[in-house]
T-cell receptor
């Protein structure tokens, strides 16, 4: 079945780069997303990438997609304490089912 | 500014009572969704609606009900049939899922 997996925890030092990884099982996934959730808040869409792309960059964020391995990563350059949050990977597709499938989230802890 | 408003932010319910969570959007999005979030887990889809006066069950619809009488509004009722209702509830909307979702700030429901 459809599944999205992420490691649950990542700790980095302020100023370092953070890399959050995600794997998904559905090879027909068309859209892949990264969301950020701060404590007690809803999810905020950070970025998305289409399955026909390998990479997308937006300021400090770089998304890499390896379709062959069904692997998605989010790199945050110059990580700040304000980046501490839970990051969710998610996937969806145009055909067949309607659902967006979310991973369990990776909690990023940034040490000053 | 456009967005999604969920209310209340915190809600306490006695066992055996029904409660209704409000979700309003002014983004002119056709599709709206309700998700449930439990600690350490991803989001689980309760109900979704792609158009006014139509809605579909998600993965965990038992014990919940919705209505979609207006494009802007998608209230969720947690009934007494829901055995474990304590959770964080998130409402979302989308123009097209390739652009991802816009989430509300959530309602935390606690059964006392």
């Amino acid at each position: 079945g459809e599944d999205v997996e992420q490691s649950l925890f990542l700790s980095v030092r302020e100023g370092d780069s953070s890399v959050i990884n995600c794997t998904y099982t559905d090879s027909s996934s068309t859209y892949l997303y990264w969301y950020k959730q701060e404590p007690g808040a809803g999810l905020q869409l950070l970025t998305y990438i289409f399955s026909n792309m390998d990479m997308k960059q937006d300021q400090r964020l770089t998304v890499l997609l390896n379709k062959k391995d069904k692997h998605l990563s989010l790199r945050i350059a110059d990580t700040q304490t304000g980046d501490s949050a839970i990051y969710f990977c998610a996937e969806s597709k145009d055909t067949g089912g309607f659902k967006t499938i979310f991973g369990a989230g990776t909690r990023l802890f940034v040490k000053a | 500014d456009g967005g999604i408003t969920q209310s209340p932010k915190y809600l306490f319910r006695k066992e055996g009572q029904n409660v209704t969570l409000s979700c309003e959007q002014n983004l002119n999005h056709d599709a709206m969704y309700w998700y449930r979030q439990d600690p350490g887990q991803g989001l689980r889809l309760i109900y979704y609606s792609q158009i006014v006066n139509d809605f579909q069950k998600g993965d965990i619809a038992e014990g919940y009900s919705v209505s979609r009488e207006k494009k802007e509004s998608f209230p969720l009722t947690v009934t007494s049939a829901q055995k474990n209702p304590t959770a964080f509830y998130l409402c979302a909307s989308s123009e097209h899922r390739k652009y991802g979702y816009t989430f509300g700030s959530g309602t935390r429901l606690t059964v006392v």
